[in-house]
């Protein structure tokens, strides 16, 4: 929470790493950015896009998981220079619902896997693709140098849970009776670049293939090249191994275990791997007239199997490759426990949405910023948590001597920060 005391004619700052901040993001004019991408608002609203984003995540890194929190923390901001404002709860949520756009409808897919009750099994599928926010998080990533243009990435994909008993959440058949979403996500480097919100009754299937061919042709709009895909199981179809054979894209996905067992029984070229402590095999697979490769790893205890287009690395390399694909579940994991996917601010599936793409900016704009300032100050790393950096560097008194930020002394040394404002 931000607090101000005030000492003859100064106004203190007891949480001024936002004013830090602030003044670092004005340097690169990433204010000016936000507004390009985003476009203008209104000639009659008070606040852009791009104050509104910016005090919602100084808030959020000030300690304010729900949006009623920035009440407390952005009136402190009346004092920079930068901003002069506080802002509103009702103001972020009017904002959210701009960006927001209308769900799309699609049948369900693998009906009888996934939907086991009456309630849902008539209803088609609700999608929310946000196509002006994820160009949004693609222009923040590659305008903050966290994606490279002309570089060959691999793209993870992988689809998480949200409970939540918001209304548009679905019941998600867990056998525990829960309701919430099934968000997609598309990560590169453990950088989100491209999101898209279902309901909880979809299934992993749901829009797979075009979900990642629209994110890599939204990439490529930017000069950002996808190289290699990288996915679990549920991308195991005909549709997906031609479409990446047609595009020239490599892949790796996991098999089911019946189609893994079926071929350990076929093969015969096992070669014992001391790296992974199992035997490996691979032979040729055809699905629907596209080649590709299985790629079979057998334990005493375990049987499986990796699909992948690629003939020019090994099978311990193509185990090895599949089992590097944690970003995406890593993303969630901070989305899920830092960056508010937790507790939702909306009450629609399409509002909600655009917020938790507003949180994925949250993420990608403070992994920019512990990446800079862990390079000039020595208690701050590259890879510390939210809650940590609240502690170690938003948690500083500040002041104002015109325009000019002075941090009060402590044991820590925040001299070195000046060269980032």
Request: charged share 25%; with cysteine; glycine share 6%.
């Amino acid at each position: 929470m931000f607090r101000q005391r005030k000492n003859s004619q100064e106004v203190f700052n007891s949480l001024g790493g936002g004013d830090a901040i602030i003044q670092m993001l004005k340097k690169i004019n990433f204010f000016k950015f936000i507004d390009k991408v985003l476009g203008q608002r209104s000639k009659r609203a008070e606040y852009k896009y791009s104050e509104a984003l910016i005090m919602w995540f100084i808030s959020f890194c000030s300690g304010g998981k729900r949006l009623e929190n920035i009440k407390e923390n952005s009136p402190a901001l009346k004092n920079n220079p930068v901003l002069q404002k506080a802002i509103s709860p009702d103001t972020i949520s009017y904002i959210i619902k701009e960006l927001s756009v209308p769900n799309t409808e699609k049948d369900k897919v693998a009906k009888s896997r996934y939907i086991k009750d009456t309630e849902t099994i008539n209803l088609p599928n609700e999608i929310n693709n946000n196509e002006r926010m994820n160009r949004f998080l693609i222009a923040t990533s590659k305008q903050l140098g966290l994606l490279k243009v002309g570089v060959k990435y691999i793209l993870d994909y992988d689809t998480t849970t949200i409970y939540t008993e918001i209304k548009g959440g679905r019941k998600i058949y867990d056998g525990k009776g829960s309701r919430g979403y099934a968000p997609a996500l598309a990560v590169i480097n453990n950088i989100p670049v491209y999101f898209e919100n279902r309901n909880g009754d979809s299934s992993p299937k749901l829009n797979l293939t075009q979900t990642i061919t629209d994110a890599i042709d939204m990439l490529s709009e930017f000069g950002i090249i996808v190289d290699t895909v990288r996915v679990d199981r549920a991308a195991f179809s005909g549709e997906f191994i031609k479409t990446m054979n047609k595009r020239n894209l490599k892949f790796v996905t996991r098999i089911n275990d019946g189609i893994a067992i079926k071929k350990a029984l076929e093969v015969s070229n096992w070669e014992v791997n001391k790296n992974l402590n199992c035997q490996l095999a691979s032979s040729n697979y055809h699905l629907d007239g596209s080649w590709s490769r299985i790629v079979v790893e057998k334990k005493p205890e375990y049987i499986g199997g990796i699909l992948t287009n690629i003939r020019d690395l090994s099978n311990e390399e193509i185990i090895s490759l599949y089992r590097t694909r944690g970003d995406a579940e890593n993303v969630f994991r901070s989305m899920k426990g830092e960056f508010g996917w937790k507790i939702l601010a909306m009450r629609k599936l399409e509002h909600n949405s655009t917020y938790m793409m507003i949180q994925l900016f949250c993420f990608i704009l403070f992994k920019y910023l512990v990446r800079k300032i862990s390079a000039v100050l020595n208690f701050v790393s590259e890879n510390m948590e939210l809650k940590t950096f609240f502690v170690r560097f938003m948690r500083v008194v500040t002041n104002w001597a015109r325009d000019t930020l002075k941090f009060k002394p402590d044991k820590r040394d925040f001299s070195p920060i000046y060269a980032l404002m």
